[in-house]
């Protein structure tokens, strides 16, 4: 029997961390779907536009070999109903989220990775705009 994992993320200004993240969140089953933030709900999330567009970050991630498919995540509130429609058996988040999600455990496994120390597309966007 297959095994369907999802995870989720904005993925903007693609770094070796998003990398590690979905390459361990494949290895966890035999197809990986991918949701990427859409702009608005970034801006709802962070407080700012993403660097590259919902489009470009789909594309990029979509690019990556372990990726099955790609969507857009419109809304946090539809976490449950993304997990549902794609099939997932498994969900990936960051330690970051540890326990956030665990309301999810009846209808998946649910799995958080430790973060790729040191790395952080905020502290990026930061170091190259010369806000550091």
Not at 46 to 51: D, L, S
Not at 90 to 109: A, H, P, Q, S
Request: net charge negative; hydrophobic share 45%; aromatic share 8%.
């Amino acid at each position: 029997m297959s095994r369907t994992v999802i995870t989720f993320g904005t993925f903007d200004v693609f770094h070796v961390g998003h990398l590690r993240v979905i390459e361990r969140a494949a290895a966890l089953g035999d197809r990986l779907v991918v949701g990427v933030s859409a702009d608005a709900l970034n801006i709802k999330k962070k407080g700012r536009a993403p660097v590259f567009s919902e489009g470009e970050r789909m594309e990029i991630v979509a690019a990556l070999k372990p990726v099955d498919a790609v969507f857009r995540e419109d809304s946090l509130e539809q976490k449950r109903d993304y997990i549902i429609e794609h099939g997932a058996d498994v969900l990936v988040m960051g330690d970051d989220w540890e326990g956030k999600f665990d309301e999810f455990k009846d209808v998946c496994d649910v799995v958080y990775l430790t973060r790729t120390p040191a790395i952080s597309t905020t502290a990026l966007i930061e170091k190259i705009s010369g806000t550091a």
